[in-house]
């Protein structure tokens, strides 16, 4: 499974953007995809995960304001981003979930201005 990311860039708080993670390769049985995020000097954090019957859960400080979904047809996972945050800044990883095994994303960097 390969995964990659688009949609980071550079916004001011109270913006929004959407993220886009494409999948490829031997897709079929993904079981969970999630987007976990890196702000500089953190641990990597699980910030939206959506299960195959479309099951979402979402970290505190990110719920109400982001929403995961995916399009199967398309191969797809997406973070629209609502009322971004300058906490929000970080590199964000797609992540997928199949049979035993987790794929990752490059990332892709999303900074919020204040």
């Known amino acids: 499974v390969q995964l990659q990311a688009s949609g980071g860039g550079l916004v001011q708080a109270g913006g929004s953007l959407r993220l886009s993670c494409a999948a490829s390769g031997s897709i079929f049985s993904i079981n969970a995809m999630a987007w976990y995020r890196q702000a500089p000097g953190k641990q990597r954090e699980l910030v939206a995960r959506i299960t195959s019957d479309r099951r979402t859960s979402y970290v505190d400080s990110v719920q109400g304001r982001f929403t995961i979904s995916r399009d199967n047809a398309k191969k797809t996972l997406y973070l629209q981003m609502n009322a971004l945050k300058p906490e929000d800044t970080a590199v964000y990883y797609c992540?997928?979930?199949?049979?035993?095994?987790?794929?990752w994303g490059q990332g892709t960097q999303v900074t919020v201005s204040s």
């Open positions: 992540y997928a979930e199949r049979m035993e095994n987790a794929y």
